[in-house]
């Protein structure tokens, strides 16, 4: 329980944070602060801090700002595993900081049209990545039809901290394209059909995880995973989202279907149920099912001389079949009221503060609980 | 994949013979519906769903170096 005091203290400060920060807002900005905290079975632990800001410069014009700041805390290795962490001072907790900033701008063009560029750099001491990222949106059939188009292209740098301090980076590169279709079908129910492609080029491995290799006669060496240097991925989702007015709520229900060339297949199915207990306070229950095959290179026992040379060899348990469930519970809390008779406080009207809560657990006999909160504001 | 892809070209066909007047839309934007509130979730599946599970995709996040413990 001592565990999630200090995060539990630090939610509470973008809240802080945003009452600072809202003296600068004009009509059509949205700023929004986002705190995450994660820790698991593993004794692994993530604590995240974000602020994204959207600020309109012109009549179509929308300046994009999106800063984050991860601190992560990942445990002494005991053993050989799939940890992915440096040798060096294995005995002690690793523990890494990665900042990230996403810049952009979005421009309308018309009633229906909307293109945004955006500009994304992310670093940690082991790793970097730079992207480009290009959308279109366009709106149809009378604002009922949204199409948008999305492509990306990323440079990253994997790194490898040696067990000397050296550091030593391998390049991929990862292009994608994604297709998003948002149709209302009716007063109360919006339909979503989504399709991503990925592909990824270069070094795919972990540069820390490590296999065990047997020979014939039960003799074993360790070596360095080794994924194969490209991979393909194709991503389907279905979501549908249903208004019920007499009971105050809404029922949301996805599912999402994947296929990668390493023949990794994946089914989704999730459900939420959202619903006013009071006049601005909103209730959601959230529960996701997720099961996958297997990678074709996966095994749970590597033998023969070729694993430890060109063999394709994995630690990676997210090459691993498995199943999942994900259980979630949230609040939110519509500032709205609170503007509603008070005209210095009009800007909370499409604003929000939401506390989330979820626990994970798999049949890999891993589980992790998750708290996050945000707040929104929005003019 | 295929199966799919027939479902959404359909689903696109089907969308044109559909048209909700502006004035009836008006529940669509209840945040209930959650339609412009995803960036909490994207949050979620970046930093947890994405380091757990073999299938990363179709999340519309940006990613590259996700700040998460593996």
Redesign the interface.
Not at chain 1, 127 to 131: G, Q
Not at chain 1, 193 to 196: L, Q, R, T
Not at chain 2, 18 to 22: A, H
């Given at each position: 329980m001592r565990k999630y005091l200090k995060p539990v203290s630090l939610l509470l400060l973008p809240v802080l944070l945003a009452w600072t920060g809202v003296s600068a807002f004009a009509e059509g900005d949205q700023m929004?602060f986002?705190t995450?905290y994660?820790s698991?079975s593993?004794d692994?632990?993530?604590f995240?801090s974000?602020f994204?800001l959207a600020k309109k410069l012109m009549q179509q014009t929308v300046l994009l700002i999106d800063i984050?700041l991860?601190n992560?805390?990942?445990p002494a290795i005991t053993a050989v595993t799939g940890a992915?962490r440096p040798q060096r001072r294995k005995s002690e907790p690793f523990k890494k900081n990665?900042g990230?900033i996403?810049i952009g701008v979005e421009q309308g063009f018309g009633q229906n049209t909307t293109v945004a560029g955006?500009f994304?750099r992310?670093?940690?001491v082991d790793?970097?990545?730079?992207?480009v990222?290009a959308t279109l949106s366009q709106e149809m059939?009378?604002?009922?039809?949204t199409l948008s188009f999305?492509g990306?292209y990323?440079a990253?740098l994997v790194g490898k901290i040696s067990e000397t301090g050296e550091l030593t980076n391998r390049r991929k590169k990862?292009y994608t394209g994604?297709v998003?279709?948002s149709?209302?079908?009716?007063?109360?129910t919006?339909?979503d059909?989504?399709?991503?492609f990925?592909y990824l080029r270069g070094f795919l491995s972990?540069p820390y995880r490590q296999v065990r290799v047997y020979d014939a006669l039960g003799a074993s060496t360790i070596v360095d995973e080794l994924h194969p240097s490209t991979r393909a991925?194709?991503?389907?989702?279905?979501r549908i989202?249903q208004?019920i007015?007499s009971i105050?709520?809404?029922v949301?229900g996805s599912y999402?279907?994947?296929?990668?060339t390493w023949k990794?297949?994946?089914n989704?199915v999730e459900f939420?149920f959202?619903?006013?207990v009071f006049n601005d306070f909103?209730f959601s229950l959230d529960y996701r099912y997720?099961a996958?095959g297997g990678?074709s290179f996966y095994k749970d026992r590597y033998v023969g001389p070729q694993y430890q040379t060109t063999g394709l060899r994995t630690a990676?348990?997210?090459?691993k079949p498995f199943s999942?469930n994900n259980f979630g519970l949230s609040l939110?809390y519509?500032l709205r009221g609170l503007g509603k008779d008070n005209p210095d406080l009009e800007f909370l009207q499409n604003s929000?503060v939401?506390f989330?809560y979820?626990r994970?657990f798999?049949n890999l006999d891993?589980s992790?609980d998750?708290i996050?909160a945000?707040i929104?504001f929005s003019i | 994949?295929r199966k799919?892809?027939v479902?959404?070209i359909l689903?696109?066909l089907v969308?044109?013979c559909?048209?909700?007047?502006?004035y009836?839309?008006e529940?669509?934007l209840?945040?209930?519906?959650?339609?412009k509130?995803q960036?909490?979730k994207q949050?979620?599946e970046q930093?947890?769903?994405s380091?757990?599970?073999?299938?990363?995709?179709?999340a519309?996040g940006?990613?590259?170096?996700?700040?998460?413990?593996?």
């Open positions: 929004s986002t995450y994660f698991d593993g692994n632990s993530v995240t974000s994204n984050e991860d992560v805390s990942v992915t990665r990230q996403i955006n994304y992310s670093q940690e790793y970097t990545s730079n992207a990222v059939n009378q604002k009922n039809t999305r990306q990323n990253d990862v994604a998003n279709l149709q209302i079908l009716s007063p109360t919006v339909l059909v989504a399709y991503d990925v972990d991925r194709h991503a389907g989702t279905l989202s208004l007015s105050r709520g809404s949301i999402r279907y994947y296929i990668d990794v297949t994946s989704t939420k959202n619903k006013y909103v997720y996958q990678a990676d348990y997210k090459l999942s939110t519509l929000a939401e989330m979820f994970y798999n891993f992790a998750i996050q945000n929104k | 994949m799919f892809l479902f959404v689903c696109v969308s044109g559909v048209t909700v007047k502006s009836e839309r529940k669509l209840d945040p209930i519906l959650e339609r509130n960036f909490a949050t979620l930093k947890f769903f380091t757990r599970e073999g299938s990363l995709g179709g519309s940006i990613g590259g170096g996700c700040g998460c413990a593996k």
